[in-house]
């Protein structure tokens, strides 16, 4: 069974950083695409950021380009999400996903 969990979130005001982990168990993911997605309050859930497991390519959503990095450790099975100058707006749930499967989502709220 494949299992995403995500870690890293919590409170830190406007300009501080955090950085998001996913750890991917169940399965070999380095054919695959993992992903970053986040869902404020009372909105869709957006994507991010993602990354290839094979070659590493990046990708990112132009609201968080030059402020967020993804990057991977595929020795264990480990994507992460290191964001920087943090904005009241990227207060939301962050979720990682890959092929289909979705973790559990962890909280980041940015203060002003």
């Known amino acids: 069974q494949v299992q995403l969990v995500e870690s890293g979130g919590g409170l830190v005001q406007a300009g501080g950083s955090l950085r998001l982990s996913c750890t991917a168990s169940g399965r070999t993911f380095s054919s695959y695409l993992m992903g970053w997605f986040r869902q404020a309050p009372g909105k869709e859930r957006l994507f991010v950021a993602g990354i290839s497991w094979s070659d590493g390519k990046t990708y990112y959503a132009d609201s968080v380009k030059g402020r967020f990095t993804i990057s991977r450790d595929n020795a264990k099975n480990t994507v992460y999400l290191q964001m920087n100058s943090l904005r009241p707006e990227d207060t939301a749930v962050y979720f990682c996903?890959?092929?289909?499967?979705w973790g559990q989502g962890t909280q980041v709220t940015v203060s002003s």
């Open positions: 996903h890959t092929d289909g499967y």
